[in-house]
């Protein structure tokens, strides 16, 4: 299966956040924040507990509103937001335990726009293909992590936003994931990761949040 799925040469994206600001709770999450991701780039989130890196994917992709400030992705076509050209793939695996894998699989290719051709090589690519048969509730806590990644090669959208995308993963599992996050910033799209442990990325930059930088 073709792992790099970014957009053509000439519509190639970037990423800008501007002076953000957010709050939650009526407390300060982010403030004063800026930076930029270029086509074919991984920026890591890193920092303690607390220090925004969950509200910051969140905010850029559009389940958050920014208290100000500015995100844009370059290189999109008419008013089409943020959330409708990128992978948010959060904390929680958003799988159904009474469908099967490749019912799950097929449901999130429908509703991100894909097509149910790249089903099972997704599910090859992360060693779900024996399983596509089994109930989600049967299985592990890291085959429902693989399969929750599994949607970033289900449909394609330049910017992945990843929250511990890790989590739960053994070192195989892990290498696998390294290796599709590698092959879609080497065809120019975007990855945004929030991670405690190193992700073996063949090139990366960090960010790093924390209190002293403004963050409450």
């Not at 910051?56 to 958050?64: K, M, P, V």
């Not at 509703?111 to 090589?121: H, N």
Request: glycine residues 12%; without cysteine.
């Amino acid at each position: 299966m073709e792992d790099r799925i970014a957009p053509d040469a000439d519509t190639r994206p970037g990423l800008t956040v501007e002076r953000l600001a957010v709050e939650r709770g009526g407390r300060r999450v982010l403030s004063e924040l800026s930076f930029e991701v270029a086509a074919g780039e991984a920026l890591l989130l890193t920092g303690p507990n607390g220090a925004g890196k969950t509200t910051l994917l969140r905010t850029i992709a559009g389940f958050l509103a920014p208290a100000s400030g500015r995100i844009a992705l370059a290189g999109s076509s008419g008013e089409q937001p943020i959330a409708e050209r990128a992978h948010y793939v959060g904390h929680t695996n958003a799988v159904r335990p009474t469908l099967t894998v490749e019912e799950n699989a097929s449901f999130w290719a429908r509703y991100l726009g894909g097509s149910d051709g790249r089903v099972r090589p997704a599910l090859d690519r992360f060693g779900l293909a024996s399983l596509a048969a089994i109930p989600t509730g049967y299985l592990s806590a890291g085959q429902k992590r693989r399969l929750a990644l599994a949607r970033l090669l289900l449909a394609q959208r330049p910017l992945w936003l990843l929250d511990e995308p890790s989590a739960s993963l053994d070192a195989s599992s892990t290498r696998v994931l390294a290796g599709v996050l590698d092959g879609h910033v080497a065809a120019g799209g975007l990855v945004v990761a929030a991670t405690h442990l190193d992700l073996g990325l063949a090139r990366s930059r960090e960010l790093r949040l924390g209190f002293a930088a403004g963050q409450a």
